[in-house]
T-cell receptor, first 114, second 114 residues
């Protein structure tokens, strides 16, 4: 079965600093990868996804993630974070061995300080 | 937000009592999911539905049952609540399967079993 590992449970950074949230997945023939964001007291929202094509995918609010097949990674990056980026971020992968279900990582709590 | 309403938003119940959580959608989406969110575990799939009266188990289905008698409603029942079922429960919907359509999440139900 597919699995997802988010290597950092908490990432504190200062405003305007760059950030990288790390995600590794177990290998599979076909991989569809996602990043979701959860703001306090809300449900999850899709941030970006990789299905095929360019290995670099971008979101509308400045985040980007790069699919790296050789390293089985899908790290999320932003060159300059804002206070409003404070949230929990979840990496997810589709597991076709489990009927195409979405499997989530443990989450990374990003805390942006002024 | 996609039209997803979870009820109740908060519930405190005693061990051994039955509990039903409701997810209602106004999007006419085919797929509906129940996840639980726990610190250090991310989101884990409990049950999902791919149509009216069509449901299947997720990775943590023990102690839970579901029903979907109408497209718009997906009920999660804890037949006899236990303290280990204290969690935040999220309902999600999608239109065409997760790889082509993102999951849209409700705002969650916080359940405490004492």
């Amino acid at each position: 079965a597919q699995s997802v590992t988010q290597l950092d449970s908490q990432v504190p950074v200062f405003e305007e600093a760059p950030v990288e949230l790390r995600c590794n997945y177990s290998s599979s023939v076909s991989v569809y990868l996602f990043w979701y964001v959860q703001y306090p007291n809300q449900g999850l929202q899709l941030l970006l996804k990789y299905l095929s094509g360019s290995t670099l995918v971008e979101s509308i609010n400045g985040f980007e993630a790069e699919f790296n097949k050789s390293q089985t990674s899908f790290h999320l990056r932003k060159p300059s974070v804002h206070i409003s980026d404070t949230a929990e971020y979840f990496c997810a992968v589709i597991d076709y061995n489990q009927g195409g279900k979405l499997i989530f990582g443990q989450g990374t709590e990003l805390s942006v300080k002024p | 937000d996609a039209g997803i309403t979870q009820s109740p938003r908060h519930k405190v119940t005693e061990t051994g009592t039955p509990v039903t959580l409701r997810c209602h959608q106004t999007e006419n989406h085919r797929y509906m999911y129940w996840y639980r969110q726990d610190p250090g575990h991310g989101l884990r799939l409990i049950h999902y539905s791919y149509g009216v009266k069509d449901t299947d188990k997720g990775e943590v289905s023990d102690g839970y049952s579901v029903s979907r008698s109408k497209t718009e409603d997906f009920l999660l029942t804890l037949e006899s609540a236990t303290s280990s079922q204290t969690s935040v429960y999220f309902c999600a919907i999608s239109d065409a399967g997760v790889n082509n359509s993102p999951l849209h999440f409700g705002n969650g139900t916080r359940l405490t079993v004492t």
